[in-house]
């Protein structure tokens, strides 16, 4: 076939040896038109097996990848009863009117004296309590003359934080398959911790189908629209930490997808198809992968957006095909591909899930589907948006949250307590 041909799908399955001819016609008949739950896509996606790796890297690199193994604290924090104030160390059993000074303890310096009754020694905060003292008087309730320290008024705390109070040697500080966020980088840090043992970032593909869409920068030329799929696909990727190891973009040619699936079947751990799923005359991608000895798991998902979806297995990788209309691609990573991707980085992925008020009606005409619809959550209220369906990329620039209408439901009425899944 010559590149750029534009086959129907029929013509492509006639070009099969007979025995997948009559395979393709027998899942088109009892596979392609059985709708799966989102449940059960989730449930099948999940029983995916998956085998993360693992690798030790530099902590300065280790920004949102996932912990391989338990973090063990080997020394106890504070490593030493250390000052929370700048004031003066004394020992609170000691009545004294005046304090002699006996020595100045910056941070980071051993005290050389011990304490004794009458004297005090000034200490910054951060600095090691001397031996003797038990508390230190916060600078502020002090008077210092001549060497000579008084007591202005009282410290009820003790301002000396405890070794091993946050953490002592043998404690698991953190757990195997959390996400390093800035906050565990420091964790770790505190520790000492040069190095980290994280899982290996998974390899991802991305094709773009449909001889339809042009790379921004591009001039638009007539019944052509930008390639925005492989840009957000792309980022949500790499907002999960995974790597986009190829990129392609391909007309709707059979031998152009089918030559894009393979290549990156062979580099990458997970290869996401957008366009080409549907019913349409053009839409090849499910027949491909079939073709290219991919086990196709479902190819329909009770879902709007969503339903054409593909997802499928060959040898340890794996593939989903997603609806080319920009939300439907958006949410069905959200949704389906994320928690395998996660997975993938031994990490048990989540969403968050916030339940709030309506605070108008949602009405849909049919229900056969689950739906995920756009929306705005604020202090408890979720705001519908405009959204004129899953072409509607614009509408996820207000939304910052999926308010999801499970299948056989109408809808929700004012003031009724829906659920939203946030979108960061
Ligand atoms: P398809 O899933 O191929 O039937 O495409 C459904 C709709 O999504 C069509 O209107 C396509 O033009 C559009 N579409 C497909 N791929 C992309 C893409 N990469 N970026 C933006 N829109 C797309
Ligand atoms: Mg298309």
Same mark, same amino acid.
Not at 66 to 81: N, T, Y
């Given at each position: 076939m010559r590149k750029g041909d534009l086959p129907r799908a029929n013509d492509f399955a006639a070009r099969l040896p007979s025995h997948d001819r009559t395979d393709t016609i027998i899942k088109r008949i009892f596979v392609r038109e059985t709708m799966i739950t989102v449940e059960a896509a989730l449930r099948t996606i999940g029983k995916t097996a998956v085998k993360p790796r693992r690798e030790t890297i530099p902590l300065g690199l280790a920004l949102y990848r996932v912990l391989a193994q338990d973090v063990v604290s080997k020394i106890s924090m504070p490593p030493f009863h250390k000052s929370a104030m700048d004031g003066y160390a004394l020992n609170s059993g000691d009545a004294s009117d005046a304090f002699r000074v006996i020595e100045m303890i910056p941070a980071g310096v051993v005290p050389k004296k011990s304490v004794g009754r009458g004297q005090c020694a000034k200490i910054m905060t951060g600095g090691m309590v001397p031996r003797g003292a038990d508390r230190v008087v916060r600078r502020e309730l002090t008077v210092e003359e001549n060497g000579i320290m008084r007591l202005l008024g009282r410290d009820d705390s003790p301002n000396i934080c405890r070794r091993g109070e946050d953490v002592k040697p043998g404690d698991i500080v953190l757990l195997r398959g959390s996400i390093l966020r800035p906050q565990e980088i420091g964790i770790l840090a505190s520790l000492g911790a040069a190095r980290v043992d994280v899982y290996v970032r998974p390899a991802v593909g991305l094709i773009a189908t449909g001889s339809e869409i042009v790379a921004p920068g591009r001039r638009l030329s007539a019944g052509r629209i930008y390639d925005s799929n492989s840009f957000s696909l792309s980022a949500q990727v790499e907002g999960c930490g995974a790597v986009v190891k190829s990129r392609r973009r391909t007309a709707d040619s059979v031998t152009a997808i089918r030559r894009a699936i393979a290549s990156a079947l062979e580099r990458c751990d997970l290869v996401l198809v957008s366009g080409?799923?549907? !019913?349409?005359?053009?839409?090849f991608v499910p027949a491909i992968l079939r073709d290219l000895g991919v086990g196709l798991r479902?190819?329909? /998902? !009770?879902?709007? *957006?969503?339903? *054409?979806t593909v997802f499928g297995t060959r040898r340890g990788k794996v593939v989903f095909g997603v609806p080319g209309n920009p939300v439907s691609t958006f949410v069905v990573f959200e949704v389906f591909i994320k928690p395998l991707l996660f997975r993938m980085m031994g990490h048990d992925y989540q969403p968050m899930i916030v339940r709030a008020a309506l605070t108008e009606d949602f009405l849909r005409k049919r229900t056969e589907r689950a739906a995920l619809v756009p929306v705005h959550v604020h202090e408890g209220a979720v705001a519908l948006l405009e959204y004129h369906g899953s072409?509607? /990329?614009? !509408?996820?620039? *207000?939304?910052n949250g999926l308010l999801y209408v499970p299948r056989g439901l109408k809808g929700y009425a004012a003031g009724d307590e829906v659920h939203v899944r946030l979108l960061s």
């Amino acid at each position: 076939m010559r590149k750029g041909d534009l086959p129907r799908a029929n013509d492509f399955a006639a070009r099969l040896p007979s025995h997948d001819r009559t395979d393709t016609i027998i899942k088109r008949i009892f596979v392609r038109e059985t709708m799966i739950t989102v449940e059960a896509a989730l449930r099948t996606i999940g029983k995916t097996a998956v085998k993360p790796r693992r690798e030790t890297i530099p902590l300065g690199l280790a920004l949102y990848r996932v912990l391989a193994q338990d973090v063990v604290s080997k020394i106890s924090m504070p490593p030493f009863h250390k000052s929370a104030m700048d004031g003066y160390a004394l020992n609170s059993g000691d009545a004294s009117d005046a304090f002699r000074v006996i020595e100045m303890i910056p941070a980071g310096v051993v005290p050389k004296k011990s304490v004794g009754r009458g004297q005090c020694a000034k200490i910054m905060t951060g600095g090691m309590v001397p031996r003797g003292a038990d508390r230190v008087v916060r600078r502020e309730l002090t008077v210092e003359e001549n060497g000579i320290m008084r007591l202005l008024g009282r410290d009820d705390s003790p301002n000396i934080c405890r070794r091993g109070e946050d953490v002592k040697p043998g404690d698991i500080v953190l757990l195997r398959g959390s996400i390093l966020r800035p906050q565990e980088i420091g964790i770790l840090a505190s520790l000492g911790a040069a190095r980290v043992d994280v899982y290996v970032r998974p390899a991802v593909g991305l094709i773009a189908t449909g001889s339809e869409i042009v790379a921004p920068g591009r001039r638009l030329s007539a019944g052509r629209i930008y390639d925005s799929n492989s840009f957000s696909l792309s980022a949500q990727v790499e907002g999960c930490g995974a790597v986009v190891k190829s990129r392609r973009r391909t007309a709707d040619s059979v031998t152009a997808i089918r030559r894009a699936i393979a290549s990156a079947l062979e580099r990458c751990d997970l290869v996401l198809v957008s366009g080409g799923v549907s !019913a349409g005359d053009l839409d090849f991608v499910p027949a491909i992968l079939r073709d290219l000895g991919v086990g196709l798991r479902f190819e329909r /998902i !009770a879902v709007q *957006p969503g339903k *054409p979806t593909v997802f499928g297995t060959r040898r340890g990788k794996v593939v989903f095909g997603v609806p080319g209309n920009p939300v439907s691609t958006f949410v069905v990573f959200e949704v389906f591909i994320k928690p395998l991707l996660f997975r993938m980085m031994g990490h048990d992925y989540q969403p968050m899930i916030v339940r709030a008020a309506l605070t108008e009606d949602f009405l849909r005409k049919r229900t056969e589907r689950a739906a995920l619809v756009p929306v705005h959550v604020h202090e408890g209220a979720v705001a519908l948006l405009e959204y004129h369906g899953s072409a509607h /990329i614009h !509408a996820l620039g *207000p939304a910052n949250g999926l308010l999801y209408v499970p299948r056989g439901l109408k809808g929700y009425a004012a003031g009724d307590e829906v659920h939203v899944r946030l979108l960061s």
